[in-house]
């Protein structure tokens, strides 16, 4: 009974993903940021129907990031006026099977996030948008230097006309989230298609207590600090006095 | 081997963490020196996040101080009432500290403020070092005398004194509250327990013996360090227990074997020793304040 309806199902859906010239997958439904957590990777892989240039880009949680141009006050270089940029990627990365310019128009590159220089959301009036590109340069430079964000567009390879796969790394200084993977498909420089999948970044086992525990009930953390400090305090004492 | 570290969202190479903890932990057995003046900038070129490195280093402070405040309870070589006139004035440290601190934070000005201030700080104690050590040379030449103190004048003038028993000082109570005060002030936002300020000047303007003032210094410094993790686990949640342990490990070890080697070296060689090395952070901190550095933007995370 089970199967036939499972099969009836398949029937009804089948016509519907014929259609659907590009599906995605990815080698990881969740991530785990365990005590001894030194990055991951992940492979993104699916079926690409038709002609056409493909993108991937996968992207981390948002977070609020302030940009300060250091200047010189007394001789002593400081943080000067900052910007304030809401709603940032914490993680970016990009593969392409073709160069970026040949996929399509920069703007429509802009409005679908693709290319490091469109990963930081810009004022839409133009004016207010080349005051903050500097700061929105230095940024995705700064993450790059961090290692977070990629410095080039990595290579889509297929197997087979149809079967692609890219694979993407996940550095040791991840934030913890929800992860975006988005393929696009773009023939003629219009964007044809696309498909996502998320996957998660969790903190498990002690680190995820930990941090629960620090949020959750930050005095006992606290405690916890102090006594385990304490205790190695106290350890060292008897240590030495044994000598 | 690397360790992820949950409050600071990033993983880090264990064992140089533990050898970070073991030099500090050496050096404050060698010179009986709290170390985070030291430990702190180490972290910085390390990459920890300023904010999560001060708070974190609350926790080794307790460890370092705990271990030799007992000890020195036991030789009772602690002026109590000095020590919690120390203390009331240090919990107005560090509260305002923590304020002070969120200030910064906000402005994104944290990371400097730590880095100039220790940049300076630093200076100031690897030259006085040196200088002590040229003097002492000197003096043992032709012998000298110690100039008179205008500030330990001043502090007589003020109200309030008092008869401390066991120091056998009288010294208005100001003295002390408000050399505890800016130990507070340090603790909370420096991340360093200022021993190496506090002990001087618990010297040369209090006039108190030599043989109170490390007991003394230590006990006020312990509870500080205890109210400042707690009080930053509660409101700024920035203490990472797991940076913490590391740091703990090394320094347990470190300190033990400072102390045997305490035994070996002689004390103005360590002094030169330690002088040297200060200097050098110094300069690595007031090298990048002063030279026009490559990147013309810093980032930090929110607002």
Known sequence: ?243 | MFVYLPVAEMSVNALEIIFLGGVVGFFSGLFGVGGGFLSLPFLVFAGIPPTIAVTTQSCQIIASSGAATLSQFRRKRVDVPLALHMMAGGFAGVILGLGIFGLLEMLGQIDFAISATYALLLACIGLSMLGELVRSFLARRRGTTAPPNRIAAWLKTLPYQRDYVTSGIRVSVFGPVGIGFIGGLMISILGSGGSFMLVPAMIYLLGMPALFVTGTSLFQLLVLATASCLLHAATTQSIDLVLAALLVGGSVVGAILGLRAAKHIKGAWAHLLLATLILAVAARMGYDLLVTPDEAFSMVMGH
């Open chain 1, 1 to 243: 009974m089970v199967l036939c309806a499972a099969l009836m199902g398949a029937a009804l859906v089948a016509p519907v993903q014929a259609k659907a010239a590009l599906t995605l997958d990815i080698s990881n439904d969740a991530i785990a940021v365990t005590t001894g957590f030194n990055g991951a990777s992940l492979t993104a892989f699916g079926i690409q129907e038709t002609q056409g240039a493909l993108v991937i880009v996968v992207s981390g949680p948002n977070r609020d990031f302030t940009i300060h141009e250091k200047t010189r006050l007394f001789g002593l270089w400081t943080n000067g006026a900052g910007h304030n940029f809401t709603g940032v990627p914490s993680y970016y990365a990009l593969a392409s099977s073709t160069p970026l310019e040949d996929v399509a128009a920069p703007e429509k590159l802009r409005a679908e996030h693709i290319g490091f220089e469109n990963i930081v959301p810009l004022p839409a009036e133009p004016a207010e948008a080349a005051l903050t590109a500097p700061y929105a340069g230095a940024l995705v430079r700064l993450q790059q230097a961090r290692g977070i964000f990629g410095r080039e567009a990595k290579t889509i390879t297929y197997q087979t006309p149809a079967l692609f796969k890219a694979r993407f790394d996940l550095p040791p200084v991840v934030v913890p989230g929800s992860y975006t993977v988005r393929a696009m498909l773009f023939r003629d420089g219009q964007l044809r298609e696309s498909a996502s999948k998320n996957f998660d970044v969790v903190p498990t086992g002690l680190s995820a207590r930990l941090l629960y525990f620090a949020h959750e009930h930050g005095f006992a953390y606290g405690l916890i600090g102090v006594f385990m400090a304490l205790a190695a305090g106290w350890l060292a004492n008897v240590l030495l006095k044994r000598e």
